[in-house]
């Protein structure tokens, strides 16, 4: 399938900007899921390309005082093909021990350390025969009944606590939800970020899902759409959670008030 893409980032500043740096993981990787057919990054300035340590293309864009800003625009656009592969077996750039370790993003609380626990004990077979996928799609599922999709409930800084015990959220949160109990299990778990097509307008198409490894591969889980990572999403970056697998990141100083406006146009060409 190709997949065509615009995804637009505009920040609106109150005061003039008199310093701003941002990470941008806005360029898609070629790995065995997808291909990068053509794609482009446009802003106000030139833009310093590097890899970053879990392997992810990034761009820095850095404005000062003498840019006399009020506004800054990020715009990708390309195209890409993907496949429907659902496991990858390049264990990536990171050791797979690195992916074990929680993060304050995916740190458990009592509450969660109970219902994987009860979980676990309750869908051991599973684990026992090998059926892995299968134990994780239920796991996937009991996330999803458990802490609904719920758009305005959480925030960009939640924790997979927090969405746990509000009882809602979005992908972002239910990413965490899952990379933190499968790691709590002992398995690996990254987070990835990306784009997906789809027909249902209450999901945003800038996506986040998760990937556990086991088999000698990582397999995806969206837990928010429960389905696979296949043709219809596009991989962004990998991390071991929100903050190092964000499309977008960085800090400013001056500008006075901020209002971020984010858009992701996705369709199938």
Not at 21 to 36: C, G, K, Y
Not at 43 to 62: A, M, P, T, V
Not at 125 to 139: D, I, W
């Amino acid at each position: 399938m190709k997949i065509k893409v615009k995804h637009t980032t505009t920040y609106q500043y109150s005061e003039l900007l008199n310093r701003s740096q941002q990470i941008l993981r806005l360029t898609p990787m070629n790995n065995s899921h997808q291909h990068v057919v053509q794609w482009k990054l446009k802003s106000i300035k030139n833009l310093h390309e590097y890899q970053d340590w879990y392997g992810n293309h990034c761009s820095f864009l850095e404005v000062d005082k003498s840019d006399k800003l009020t506004e800054l625009t990020i715009e990708a656009i390309g195209l890409v093909e993907t496949n429907e592969d659902i496991s990858n077996k390049d264990s990536g750039v990171m050791p797979l021990e690195y992916y074990l370790v929680q993060t304050d993003f995916t740190e458990l609380n009592v509450e969660l350390i109970k219902f994987a626990d009860e979980f676990h004990v309750k869908n051991y077979n599973l684990l026992v025969s090998n059926k892995v996928t299968e134990f994780f799609n239920l796991l996937s599922s009991a996330l999803l009944t458990r802490v609904p999709y719920t758009k305005g409930l959480t925030q960009v800084d939640s924790t997979a606590k927090d969405a746990f015990n509000l009882g809602g959220g979005v992908c972002q949160d239910h990413t965490h939800l899952m990379i933190s109990l499968a790691r709590y299990l002992n398995f690996s778990a990254r987070y990835v970020s990306g784009y997906i097509y789809t027909s249902d307008t209450t999901h945003v198409e800038s996506h986040a899902w998760a990937e556990v490894w086991y088999n000698d591969a990582w397999y995806s889980f969206d837990v928010s759409n429960q389905c696979h990572a296949g043709s219809n999403h596009i991989i962004l970056a990998y991390g071991n959670d929100y903050s190092s697998a964000s499309p977008v990141r960085g800090s400013r100083v001056g500008g006075g008030l901020e209002t971020l406006t984010t858009f992701a146009a996705v369709a199938i060409q």
